[in-house]
């Protein structure tokens, strides 16, 4: 079992929290939290990128001069 | 109608009254924590601007001149009397001396926390341009009822009471008041959308609060800040004259001020008054805060210690200031209240509790059937993941952004397994949440009355990084999604402004960038500026439009034709030419048949879009 060390004052209700937290424990959380973020992005990004093009392409388009 | 120049001074003459007077109040309200009271002196600042509204439009003296004049004599006596000189001094040297010292210091040792404070400025600074200086509120419900009450207490220089079909117009108005200070000295509503950025500022200074008080340690507050009033809809919000923005500000600070205990008498003190006043300026804008109330007294319960019991069990001890400030905001609150419940018998007024009615009034009685439709909303449909440009009335989106989905839920919820302070504050934010999506009719722009969430999840990332400490290649993976979803919340609250028609603002410069621009075209050419238009408008008809940018025109409510002949005969006697009448064919049908005889028999002519003229007008 690996504690988790306080490295500053301001930093020691957050270690304290942790306090007890196996290693294995701490890399199982992380690697769940990474994968999730990489899915919602992944849903994110085919939902919204295409918005973003659209949108970018309209201000191009209706800010470039001789556009009137 | 003022000069600029002379309008300019007397904003100015104004602004320096508000802020000397905050001053002034600071040291009532100070916790000793930086952020807290940094908002709180905002919260202030913008109180009084209320309360001179409230007052001088009492007494019919809402207007450019009085307002400036009767400014620039209260902050002379504010710097002529000795007690406030002092408090407004030491205020100062509280607030520009240790920011004035730690600067440079802070710079040397943090410098990616001072250059994410940078362009937090300048991002700021941008949005400020942008959106308030060119564009115009294009919300529908500000177009609806919040500007019509502002055009008309501009208009009017009092706190006249609408005479609108909308009935929504009846609600609470503190925010609304905030939109008049900045409208009525220069006559305009070029800067009505300037307040939503106060509050935006609120919300950053809340988010660092909650954040150190769940044990985030300073430049993971700072990144909570910023993601924080990243989050889409936020600035979105600041730029529309809606009142959801000042009930989050209100949520965030209530939580920010509730979710650490007291650490002496005097702390308890002081939290318990600006917990009033800041609940009581809220519930002034917008009732709403009323359905969060839940999460807020779990977190007053998590954090109780006998301390406040003591201190709320006796009221004496508080200072005669403190009850000054929490009786001031109490009738700022409560004013809209008593005034409805004089006129109409009801307080809440148009409000009939646990009734749905058909304008889509919120009924205030809780219903889990309520919660599973916003749920649906918000996962089964997609809200969850927006799909298309952020608008202020979110309809069918969250408008929660990339990095509060992405990267704050998951985040979140492993913060919440390790960290027991953080598991409070998220079921209190869910409770708050399930509290009010249950309690507003569920259509599809509910998700707006939750737009204050997606500020637990940006915490929840941070309390992850620093509770959690995942292996080091794993948590620079996680902060690189991090920063490229946070900038890309950023860049994506800008596809409402990108949605627009730009050719048209470069022809138009702030006449109107609305959904509604064939329709303002035609206004803006058909009836003269200083007209009295008669509109006869369905319940949720965007009326404000009619008003014009400087409040020019005169609205007056066409109903029915009260034993005139015909629609012009109306018209001449009510002192108008122009009638505004867009569903003519569908509504009204008494008016509809008397408007189609006087346009046969030729006493009305057709200009298009729903305006008509009478015989003879230019």
């Known amino acids: ?68 | 109608m003022p000069s600029p120049f002379a309008a300019s001074i007397c904003l100015l003459s104004a602004l320096a009254f508000a802020a000397l007077s905050a001053f002034a109040m600071w040291p009532t309200l100070r916790t000793g924590r930086a952020a807290a009271d940094c908002a709180s002196l905002v919260f202030a600042f913008l109180g009084v601007q209320t309360a001179m509204v409230v007052a001088s439009g009492l007494v019919g003296a809402f207007k450019c001149g009085a307002l400036g004049c009767v400014c620039a004599i209260g902050s002379v006596a504010l710097l002529a009397a000795s007690a406030s000189r002092a408090r407004i001094s030491a205020c100062l040297r509280g607030l520009v001396v240790p920011i004035a010292r730690a600067m440079p210091g802070a710079a040397r040792r943090h410098p990616l926390l001072a250059l994410s404070w940078v362009a937090f400025a300048a991002l700021l600074a941008l949005r400020f341009r942008m959106f308030v200086l060119l564009l115009p509120p294009t919300s529908f419900d500000s177009l609806t009822y919040h500007l019509p009450k502002v055009a008309q207490w501009v208009q009017t220089g009092s706190l006249h009471l609408p005479d609108l079909p909308v009935k929504r117009v009846f609600w609470p108005g503190g925010s609304e008041c905030l939109n008049a200070w900045w409208a009525v000295f220069h006559h305009s509503d070029m800067l009505a959308n300037v307040p939503g950025h106060f509050f935006l500022a609120i919300i950053a200074l809340a988010v660092y609060e909650i954040a150190g008080n769940v044990g985030v340690g300073r430049p993971g507050r700072a990144w909570c800040a910023l993601s924080a009033v990243l989050v889409p809809a936020l600035p979105v919000h600041a730029t529309t004259c809606l009142n959801d923005l000042p009930v989050v500000a209100g949520f965030l600070h209530l939580a920010a001020l509730m979710s650490r205990k007291s650490e002496s008498e005097g702390d308890a003190r002081t939290r318990w008054t600006l917990c009033a006043a800041v609940a009581c300026l809220t519930v002034g804008s917008k009732p709403t805060l009323a359905f969060l109330a839940p999460g807020i007294l779990l977190l007053m319960a998590a954090n109780a210690r006998r301390t406040d019991f003591r201190v709320l069990l006796h009221p004496m001890g508080f200072s005669r200031g403190a009850a000054a400030i929490v009786a001031a905001a109490a009738f700022l609150g409560a004013f809209w209240y008593v005034r409805n419940w004089i006129r109409f018998g009801s307080p809440l007024y148009p409000v009939v509790l646990g009734e749905n009615s058909e304008d889509g009034i919120q009924s205030g009685a809780f219903s889990l059937a309520s919660v599973r439709l916003a749920l649906g909303y918000l996962l089964d449909k997609g809200g969850l993941f927006d799909g298309k440009p952020v608008i202020a009335n979110l309809w069918y989106m969250a408008g929660w952004g990339p990095f509060a989905v992405c990267c704050g839920i998951p985040a979140s919820a492993a913060a919440a397994v390790v960290s027991r302070k953080y598991r409070v504050l998220l079921f209190a934010f869910l409770l708050s949440a399930v509290s009010v999506l249950g309690s507003v009719v569920p259509d599809g722009s509910c998700l707006r009355f939750a737009i204050w969430f997606p500020a637990v999840l940006c915490v929840g990332f941070f309390v992850f990084l620093e509770t959690v400490r995942p292996p080091r290649a794993i948590a620079a993976t996680v902060a690189a999604i991090g920063l490229w979803t946070g900038f890309f919340a950023g860049a994506s609250s800008l596809t409402n402004a990108a949605a627009i028609d730009w050719s048209f603002l470069r022809r138009h410069p702030r006449s109107s960038v609305s959904n509604l621009r064939p329709l303002v075209l035609k206004i803006l050419r058909t009836i003269p500026e200083d007209a009295t238009v008669a509109a006869c408008l369905w319940r949720e008809d965007p009326l404000y439009l009619l008003y014009g940018p400087r409040f020019t025109r005169r609205i007056i409510t066409l109903e029915t034709l009260d034993g005139a002949a015909s629609i012009s005969e109306w018209l001449r006697a009510n002192g108008a030419d122009y009638l505004f009448f867009p569903r003519y064919r569908s509504w009204n049908h008494e008016v509809g048949a008397a408007l189609a005889r006087d346009l046969a028999e030729g006493r009305m002519e057709d200009r298009g879009m729903g305006v008509f003229a009478r015989k003879g007008s230019k």
Request: with cysteine; aromatic share 4%.
């Open chain 1, 1 to 68: 079992m690996t504690a988790v060390q306080s490295t500053s004052p301001q930093d020691a209700t957050g270690a304290a929290n942790a306090r007890g937290l196996s290693r294995a424990m701490r890399v199982a959380l992380s690697l769940a939290v990474l994968c999730a973020s990489l899915a919602l992005y992944r849903q994110y990004h085919a939902k919204n990128w295409d918005i973003a093009r659209r949108a970018a392409l309209h201000v191009a388009r209706t800010m470039r001069p001789g556009a009137l």
